[in-house]
């Protein structure tokens, strides 16, 4: 399946999806948007899903409610992840299982993560 011009990637279906190429569309696309935040799924299903998104310096992923399990795994730029009282820097290259509580990322430069959420099997 297309989305984009690039594979939405089935769980059931192993395809690649070419990270870098959608990573460089959305901060393009981020740069565009007066909220500085561009999203997009590259896999879903009904217990995996995955989302890439990208935000401009100085923007925000607003405070949302967390999934039971997910993993934010930075891929370009410098994330802070805020919650509650506590925070956490994350650099290109690392990943931080998301603790269950509200939530917030910030962009302290240009950043792409991506976001893994897993459902246990209904």
């Known amino acids: 399946m297309m989305l984009g011009g690039l594979p939405l990637a089935d769980p ?17 696309e981020a740069t565009e948007r007066p909220n500085g935040l561009r999203t997009r799924p ?3 299903g009904p217990q ?3 989302v890439l998104f990208a935000l401009r310096a100085g923007s925000r992923l607003p405070e949302h409610e967390a999934p039971p399990a997910a993993t934010i795994q930075v891929l370009r730029g410098e994330a802070v992840l805020v919650a509650g009282e506590e ?3 994350l650099q ?12 917030h990322v910030d962009a302290a430069t ?9 459902r246990p099997a209904a």
Do not use: K, N
């Open 48 to 50: 995996q899903h995955a």
């Open 12 to 28: 059931q279906r192993a395809e690649p999806v070419d990270l870098e190429a959608l990573a460089r569309e959305l901060l393009q």
């Open 92 to 103: 290109a290259g690392e990943l931080l299982p998301i603790p269950p509580v509200r939530h």
């Open 110 to 118: 240009d950043t792409v993560c991506l976001l893994t959420i897993c």
């Open 42 to 44: 590259v896999i879903r």
């Open 87 to 89: 925070r956490w820097v």
